[in-house]
């Protein structure tokens, strides 16, 4: 089976602007040198892919990773069913018997004055 490449006549250089946003750096541009790179080419024939690979020393096997967490047969929700927000009912009530007792709301207010008089400023 042969690969064939397809022609792309102007490569669009938004996906680098994206990369720099992101990651604030650029990848038009070597980290060696500091000079900008240019694309000439992209590489799909499997054979290159491999040589390009062990010549850089790169492993030629994609790396194995563990099987992905099933989400949906776990029950990790600790919510509540049945209940107005998905929390449990308070049960228990503490009454606090120690102490003085709180004062009352009369004794916090000032009483009226019924005959205090605010003088009048205009005889200043």
Request: aromatic content about 10%.
């Amino acid at each position: 089976m042969q690969e064939t490449a397809v022609k792309v006549k102007k490569v669009s250089l938004n996906w680098a602007k994206l990369i720099a946003r992101i990651y604030e750096a650029n990848p038009l541009v070597c980290t060696g040198c500091g000079k900008e790179i240019k694309i000439v080419a992209f590489v799909t024939h499997a054979a290159e892919i491999r040589r390009i690979l062990s010549n850089i020393n790169w492993p030629l096997k994609p790396p194995e990773f563990e099987p992905p967490y099933d989400l949906f047969s776990c029950d990790i929700c600790q919510l509540v069913p049945g209940t107005k927000d998905g929390f449990p009912e308070t049960e228990e009530q503490f009454y606090c018997d120690v102490g003085p007792d709180p004062p009352h709301w009369e004794e916090l207010c000032d009483p009226p004055h019924q005959d205090y008089s605010d003088p009048s400023h205009s005889e200043d």
